[in-house]
């Protein structure tokens, strides 16, 4: 965990927040990760009127690392518009994992934890292969 620039992350997570699409909630969300390759990708929220089609950080900075050539996630943050740390919902996590890299860490509300921690036991591509 100390190669990771844990506050450089969280500007870039609220570098991202402050591009927020919240006019419904006013609850801004800025999400950042460092790749295993080094790189560092964000998102925000992007809501829609019908709230269900509403996309969370998490969302748009997996399209971020996608449109950036992919690789795998190691570290995370997420945070609100008063720069206190989010944890990802359920959705979200189940999203991170598909895409994150063996321990990747998060930072919580409740500290550093790993990927298996915040979502144990999760269902990924291996229990599709069998």
Partial sequence: MSEINWPQLREAAIAAMQKSYSPYSNFAVGAAALTADGRVVSGCNIENAS???TLCAECSLISDL?????????????????SNVLMPCGRCRQL???????????E???????????????FTREELNG
């Fill in 51 to 53: 709230y269900g089609l």
């Fill in 96 to 106: 991170l994992v598909e895409h994150a890299a063996p321990n990747m860490i998060l």
């Fill in 66 to 82: 996608l449109m950036g050539g992919g690789g795998k996630l190691v570290a995370f943050t997420c945070v609100d518009a008063q």
């Fill in 108 to 122: 919580t509300v409740s500290g550093f934890k790993t990927m298996a921690e915040v979502l144990p036991d999760a």
